[in-house]
């Protein structure tokens, strides 16, 4: 943003998880911030207490802070018993975001998405954004979030608004309140020795940092395209020097919890025991040792006719993905792991020191018999009038495989992970024993 006048911003639903991060990343950075939300959590910086649904209260906060960028994160958690709240907050809110925008000259707006906007209960196998939404959402919450999103998406270029939607997988890290909870029960039960499923299911997270991070780079990338609809349509349309650069720059392998491991080559390499060094030898071993930032990967980019970026791929794109406007974005942190390892290594971190109360022989439930399980359990729960803990849907969930296609966010908004799976988990374990006072 060097040489441009700052963004004023207003984070919407900037008490609850995600907003307040992306509110502490904004503070870190000395932007000026507000938040509007319906409850105060915070007082370091200006609050607006309001109605999403209402755009008098929203464009009046807009016009009040002065704002030229909202971040729209505000939505209820998966889970609600009565499923119209998704409705009224995630369509309804966002069509009055979106108003309230407009009516406040406002020409930026970052939304908070979800990447299970494109899940129906099929596995999801390195999905990239050109996939369209089901016809059958898996649940209320994720067909909520898609007409959240689509509104938001065609909204981009109308009113002198320009949007962006970005949709994060497994959102984990300090401050969750939610997945954590339900995983701290099922240690409290001895319940961690239960697997549902053959743990053969890739699935996606992102570190709540990580996605804050993303926030602020698509908010500040989020200016008109070189392109307008019509030229993109055109068969005559040309990318710029900067688009092919985005195209054809080899990207280096996400390695933020695994580490970087560097192949020797014939131009970088360790040095072995020599008599006599190659002439090009401090070369040789710097280039070896460089850290990856600064790395020139040269290797050519192949593409198949069934990659996003290929020729084809652009030529019938409704418009460039090559731009942040108008566009959708899956964020993750880039390394897809086992669903039931995942939750271990959150199990493992709650034991203290010398304890092995999380690292039990596994009990595996056939996916099956699990089904059939959730369903008596839902029967039973029906009968006395209570809520099943052991149900259908969350068999389903921890069964699928979900991981997503990140490349476009890598390569258009120059988003990558920094903060790896285990460092993140070992933040929100940290977090959540200081929290409740857990030794």
Sequence with gaps: MSGQKKDVYLVIGGSGFVGRHIVEQLIAREDVVSVFDIVQRHHDVP?????????????????????????????????????????????????AVIAAAVAAGVPKL????????????????????????PEKPFDAYNESKALGEALILEASGKGGLLTVALRPAGIFGPGDRQMMVGLYQAYQ????????????????????????????????????????AADWQSDTVTLTDKEQALLNTMLPSVSATTGYRRVPTCEARPLGPYVTPPPNAEKLEAAFNAPPGVRN???????????????????????????????????????????????????????????TRADRKTLVIPRMFGMVLGFLAECWAALIGKEAGFTRYRVGYSCATRYHNIEKARRVLGY?????????VKKMVEWFKAENNLS
């Design 47 to 95: 609050f607006y207490s309001g109605d999403i649904t209402d755009q008098s209260q929203v464009e009046d906060a807009l016009r009040r802070s002065g704002t030229t960028c909202i971040i729209h994160t505000a939505s209820p958690t998966a889970g609600a018993k009565d499923p119209s709240i998704y409705h009224k907050v995630n369509v309804e809110g966002t069509k």
């Design 110 to 133: 970052v939304y908070t998405s979800s990447a299970g906007v494109v899940f129906d209960g099929n596995d999801v196998i390195n999905l990239d954004e050109r996939a369209p939404y």
């Design 189 to 228: 039960r001895g319940q961690t020795h239960f697997q549902v499923g053959d743990n053969n299911n890739l699935f996606d997270y992102t570190y709540v940092g990580n996605l804050a991070r993303a926030h602020l780079i698509a908010a500040d990338k989020l200016v008109p395209s070189e392109h307008d």
């Design 297 to 355: 990967i040269t290797h050519p980019v192949m593409r198949s006719r069934f990659d996003q970026f290929s020729d084809n791929a652009l030529a019938v794109a409704p418009s460039s993905p090559l731009q942040v406007a108008g566009q959708a974005f899956f964020i993750t942190n880039g390394e897809p792991v086992y669903f039931w390892d995942f939750m271990r290594l959150i199990w493992l971190q709650l034991d203290p020191p010398g304890s």
């Design 416 to 424: 990558e992970p920094e903060t790896g799976l285990e460092e993140g």
